[in-house]
């Protein structure tokens, strides 16, 4: 993508204060001294966070997502050692309500997603091997959930790949299908949605890099590519995607870090991947090497070149997140419970460490930002 569209980013961000803004942050959270959900500031103007605070104790909190609004938090937690979606209103202030729990109907969820419509919510159970949905009401209460079980495993890497694992859901920029990349079948599961039940109906399946482990995606701006996050092989795949058909077809991919680097590490996984809102650059984070790679979009969008792996400044990166003006990526240390802030330069997208914005929290392993401070 051009070098212009980033600047033009940047002026726009000026133009409309949200380079000023300080917004809501919440942080996800699963391991030793993790209590669960975690509160802080961010200030979009200095780069710098508040201290985090205890918003709400629950057992691991892994992932979080919002309702369309804004107004309702969700997390695939646990409860009496039962792993489901807890419910949560959001304050102006920013504090957390917990007012349901409600269970998977198949066990722990690795992630979750609210569609668009904010009618129903998708989990993705990484240990029992299904997609779930649960049907929201109008006061954003989730219903019993519908399991849909994945069938089969690419058998490639031993221990991982012998059985489906679920480890993303997301949806079409149009919302009419849902996408789950599944790690242990190496590929994408495609789902029809059906919004009026709601429900969703298998509808195909794009083969990924063989023994790549898909694990995270994401569409591009314009939504005619997504890009794939391959865990096992640390690479990113890039699709085309025909809306009209809900297919995608492999183009390129192109690996995280080299596979020198790879060997020195005797665990290396990439965990997640981030667009930013130019479309110019794409980000993925490198677990073991503990850094994130930073790759640029090509001109025509089917292929991307690593211009940058940069150090997290944190130990085990299994989350990262870019703020909404694009100038801020969180990177999220697992093991050293730490977040460290980091600068998006605007005219190439590459990672400046932020030095002494780093905040400490137990176990951090998902970042969602919220709603602008209000005074």
């Known amino acids: 993508m051009k070098k212009a569209s980033s600047i033009a980013l940047s002026f726009l961000a000026l133009a409309t204060g949200l380079s000023a803004e300080t917004r809501h942050v919440y942080f996800g959270t699963g391991g030793p001294g993790a209590k669960g959900i975690y509160h802080a500031t961010f200030n979009a103007e200095k780069g710098i966070l508040s201290p985090a605070k205890l918003a709400h104790e629950?057992?691991?909190p892994g992932f979080l997502a919002f309702s369309p609004d804004g107004k309702k938090l969700y997390a695939a937690a646990t409860q009496e050692n039962v792993g489901g979606v807890a419910a949560y209103e959001v304050a102006t202030d920013g504090s957390l309500t917990f007012f349901h729990f409600e269970p998977t109907g198949d066990g722990g969820a690795a992630h979750l997603s609210v569609?668009?419509?904010g009618k129903f919510l998708l989990t993705a159970q990484y240990g029992g091997g299904s997609t779930s949905l649960l049907p929201l009401d109008t006061a954003g209460k989730p219903g019993t959930a519908a399991v849909?079980?994945?069938e089969g495993g690419s058998k490639i890497v031993e221990g991982r790949q012998d059985s489906p694992h679920p480890h993303y859901v997301g949806y079409s920029p149009d919302g009419k299908f849902a996408l789950v990349p599944d790690l242990g079948m190496d590929g994408i599961v495609i789902y029809s949605i059906d919004p009026a039940k709601p429900g969703i109906t298998k509808h195909g399946f794009a083969a990924s890099v063989p023994?790549?482990?898909p694990r995270h995606l994401k569409f591009s701006k314009d939504g005619k590519f997504l890009y794939l996050l391959n865990e096992l092989s640390l690479s990113t795949t890039v699709f085309s995607w025909d809306a009209a058909a809900g297919?995608?077809?492999?183009?390129s991919t192109t690996p995280a870090l080299s596979e020198e680097v790879k060997a020195v590490e005797s665990f290396n996984s990439a965990a997640e991947i981030v667009v930013h809102p130019s479309g110019s650059y794409v980000y993925s984070s490198n677990?073991?090497?503990d850094t994130v790679s930073v790759y640029a979009?090509?001109?025509?969008g089917d292929a991307l070149d690593v211009i940058q792996v940069q150090p997290i400044r944190g130990a085990f990166p299994r989350n990262i997140n870019l703020d909404p003006s694009g100038q801020w990526l969180l990177a999220a240390g697992a093991d050293?419970?730490?977040v460290a802030v980091h600068a998006v330069a605007a005219d190439t997208g590459k990672l400046t460490y932020q030095r002494g914005a780093i905040i400490q929290i137990p176990a951090p392993i998902c970042i969602v930002f919220g709603a602008v401070v209000t005074p």
């Open 247 to 251: 297919t995608a077809k492999l183009l």
């Open 297 to 300: 979009v090509k001109e025509r």
């Open 336 to 338: 050293s419970h730490t």
């Open 58 to 60: 629950i057992g691991s």
């Open 211 to 213: 023994g790549g482990g």
């Open 148 to 150: 849909i079980e994945h």
């Open 287 to 289: 677990r073991g090497h």
């Open 115 to 117: 569609h668009p419509s």
